[in-house]
Nanobody, 123 residues
Framework: QVQLVESGGGLVQAGGSLRLSCAASGRIFSSYSMGWFRQAPGKEREFVAFIWSGGKTDYADSMKGRFTVSRDNAKNSVYLRMSSLKPEDTAVYYC?????????????????WGQGIQVTVSS
């Protein structure tokens, strides 16, 4: 059974930073891509970032330059560093485990999901 557990969310002022962590267990972490998604109230879940096993990354346009995804295969963990946060970044953030090495920006590319963690950015 694969488990993904997020941590590090909370309340932050606009312009501030947060670092989300996701601890994975239950499969060979290093062989699969990992992603971050988010869902704001009343909106659909949207792609934030992904990182392949080999380290390739990509981001949604609105996050480029502000968010950084990284992973530590030795710790079975993936991270999302968020800077210059805006109130519109307020959402529940989800860690996701990919189907393969090359999972992309579609939620259908991911088969394992964390429970989500709240990030609230105050103005």
């Amino acid at each position: 059974q694969v488990q993904l557990v997020e941590s590090g969310g909370g309340l932050v002022q606009a312009g501030g930073s947060l670092r989300l962590s996701c601890a994975a267990s239950g499969r060979i972490f290093s062989s699969y891509s990992m992603g971050w998604f988010r869902q704001a109230p009343g909106k659909e879940r949207e792609f934030v970032a992904f990182i392949w096993s080999g380290g390739k990354t990509d981001y949604a346009d609105s996050m480029k330059g502000r968010f950084t995804v990284s992973r530590d295969n030795a710790k079975n963990s993936v991270y999302l560093r968020m800077s210059s946060l805006k109130p519109e970044d307020t959402a529940v953030y989800y860690c996701a485990g990919g189907r393969s090495y090359y999972s992309g920006s579609s939620s259908s590319d991911y088969i394992y999901w964390g429970q989500g963690i709240q990030v609230t950015v105050s103005s």
